[in-house]
């Protein structure tokens, strides 16, 4: 069994406020994210109703459910890509009603995709400073005339930069173009990307999509490496179970838009209802 494996079967999930549970190590903190009664129509159609959702301010989570089930319309929600027809989004305990996609960022909310955003033509490190702008402390007029503090904080950002990309061992690829990296490089590139913005949640929408077993596995250790180092909250969505089970702590299906069963690895392979909306119903007789 891998250190992760271990790590994440040791961990003990405990009843908190609202129907929910997070791992004992968070139950006295306040949790990253709290969504209570989450809904949005399109059209009188109910693309997501009443989802409610607390994670710990450590947890990986995951966020899982046939095609179509509407799992990456709750990641737009809570990036207010949408804004809820109804319901409340709650990040660090404060309400994100009325905010833009920029001012949630800025309460500490990133994100990957389904489809990876890269800038293709920059290099490497110039995608991770794109995620360190919100960092950036000097002013126009210093960076304009190429004052020392705009030297100061440019030696600072690559650093930064660099010592992001030595997390996935990407530091020897700084000034490759990101386009022309493998698949599985451009994934963890764009997870380093989100990191650099220091966030406090992390969503993952499928990243493990297009890789092979061996790129799967040590994704799942990155994550685990992430949480640990960053001391963040991470929500994946993925399909492939092996990655689920093996980091997630607490998991959410999700069916049909609306929440079907929550709880830990072991009670959601085993939970009929689950078994159900992936394989469908058997047949009698």
């Not at 389904?114 to 210093?142: A, C, D, P, T, W």
């Amino acid at each position: 069994m891998s250190e992760v494996k271990k790590r994440h079967s040791d961990t003990r999930m405990v009843p908190y406020p609202s129907q929910a549970i997070v791992p004992e190590r968070d139950l006295n903190r306040q949790p990253v994210l709290e969504t209570r009664h989450l809904g949005i129509e399109f059209g009188g159609l109910k693309a997501v109703d009443d989802f409610n959702m607390i994670i710990g301010r450590t947890e990986i989570a995951g966020l899982i459910g046939p095609n179509g089930a509407g799992k990456t319309t709750v990641f737009n929600l809570l990036t207010k890509v949408y804004e809820p027809t109804t319901g409340t989004v709650l990040i660090n305990g404060r309400d994100t009603k009325g905010l833009s996609i920029v001012q949630t960022a800025h309460l500490g909310v990133a994100r990957t995709f389904q489809n990876i955003r890269l800038f293709s033509q920059m290099s490497v490190e110039e995608n991770v400073r794109i995620g360190l702008h919100n960092q950036i402390k000097y002013s126009m007029l210093s960076g304009v005339l190429r004052l020392p503090s705009y030297w100061k904080q440019e030696r600072r950002q690559h650093e930064e930069a660099m010592e992001l990309l030595s997390i996935f061992d990407m530091q020897d690829l700084a000034d490759v173009r990101a386009g022309s990296l493998p698949y599985g490089a451009q994934r963890r590139l764009e997870i380093l990307r989100a990191l650099a913005t220091n966030p406090s949640l992390l969503l993952l929408d499928e990243p493990a999509a297009g890789m092979n077993p061996h790129e799967t596995e040590e994704l799942m250790e990155n994550i685990a490496k992430i949480r640990d180092r960053f001391q963040i909250a991470i929500l994946l969505i993925e399909h492939d179970m092996s990655l689920v089970m093996g980091v997630c702590e607490g998991i959410c299906v999700l069916n049909f838009g609306r929440i079907i069963a929550k709880g830990t690895a072991d009670e959601i392979q085993r939970n009929p209802v689950v078994i159900e909306a992936y394989l469908g119903k058997r047949k009698e007789g």
